[in-house]
């Protein structure tokens, strides 16, 4: 198979993770997850709190504030969240590379 | 009410001092992770590490049904460290664990150390590291390799949950025999989910730039898919 280029295989990734953050992850299971269900079981979800540094989170729950629709809500917040999460990944990296020395 | 649970451990859940302690190997491994990455980040890994942390992110947000009215997600700490090596994959899963905390207020800020050490150090570094190692001294072939990245994958998560109880259980939140076993339980099925996506994606770069691929000299027996074709002129 012949190789895509680094530029093509990131833009093909991308879109993968943004078209999953967007069209499928607003049908997700809405049923608690492994540590959430344990901590119902076993009667110590309610210790759960929200740090006063979350308490104007953007996008709590991944739900896109202002949008009443909840699926269309989390899917605009699965895409606003991933290409941030690539934006800031890709800086740091940048950021971090760029500090060397440069290679010959 | 529709919401997507990605829970990580919230703020509340630790004792403050087992939090504390939670952040020492956090900070330490992350920031051992960044400085490395100045020697190893070349050209391309800087794509590959926003795209990991980018399809991470996405993967988490997508709950599966498993038993009894409980759901799993993708973690990728396995499959992050396959892509990135484990000291890069470690700083991913701390980036996507912090924005998480930050933005979408999933999993706590005093909690945020204990996340990334159950997720990115033990997950990420520890489990990545294991599965190289196992992957230097068995045969090498295709095979093999999806084989360690389904065990790392499930042994990631299995980790993670391992090492959540017991902060749980020393916070004295609830006793290490009570939470132990429950979610052990539930992660041995999530660990399924994580096994199969990680090799489905381990897979696709294999067939796509198996030279993303953060394993060394990866062999021809490695690379070749199962049934081989016999069209040279297509290769």
């Not at chain 1, 990131?10 to 993770?17: D, G, N, S």
């Not at chain 2, 890994?45 to 926003?50: A, C, D, E, T, V």
Request: charged content about 10%; glycine content about 10%; some cysteine.
């Amino acid at each position: 198979m012949r190789r895509v280029s680094i530029t093509a295989f990131t833009i093909l990734a991308l879109a993968l993770a943004v078209g999953l953050a967007v069209a499928v992850s607003p049908y997700a299971s809405a049923s608690p997850d492994g540590l959430e269900s344990v901590a119902e079981q076993h009667g110590f979800l309610e210790r759960g709190t929200l740090h006063s540094l979350q308490d104007d989170s953007p996008l709590p729950d991944y739900a896109f504030p202002g949008i009443e629709n909840a699926r269309i809500a989390t899917g605009v917040a699965g895409f606003a969240g991933t290409l941030l999460v690539f934006g800031i990944a890709f800086a740091l990296g940048a950021l971090f590379r760029r500090g060397t020395p440069a290679r010959a | 009410m529709l919401e997507t649970v990605a829970l990580h451990i919230p703020d509340g859940f630790l004792s403050n001092w087992v939090a504390a302690l939670c952040w020492l190997p956090a900070l330490a491994a992350v920031a051992y992770g960044l400085r490395r990455s100045t020697a190893t980040l070349d050209e391309r890994k800087i794509p590959l590490l926003g795209v990991t942390a980018a399809f991470v992110f996405a993967a988490q947000m997508l709950n599966f049904p498993i038993a009894g009215g409980t759901s799993g997600h993708f973690l990728g700490a396995a499959l992050a460290a396959i892509l990135l090596g484990p000291w890069i994959a470690c700083v991913a899963t701390a980036v996507v664990i912090t924005i998480q905390a930050f933005l979408f207020a999933d999993g706590g800020i005093t909690a945020l150390g204990a996340n990334v050490l159950n997720m990115g150090v033990i997950g990420a570094l520890l489990v990545g590291f294991l599965m190289l190692r196992s992957r230097d001294v068995l045969p090498k072939s295709r095979g093999v390799l999806l084989g360690i990245t389904a065990a790392g994958a499930w042994l990631a998560v299995m980790a993670g949950a391992l090492a959540t109880s017991v902060q749980l259980a020393l916070s004295d939140t609830v006793p290490l025999a009570t939470v132990l076993p429950a979610m052990l339980g539930v992660h041995a099925l999530i660990g399924i989910g994580e096994a199969v996506i990680t090799v489905g994606a381990v897979a696709a770069v294999l067939a796509t730039r198996p030279d993303l691929i953060a394993v060394r000299d990866l062999t021809p027996s490695e690379l070749r898919a199962p049934s081989p074709t016999l069209h040279p002129e297509g290769a």
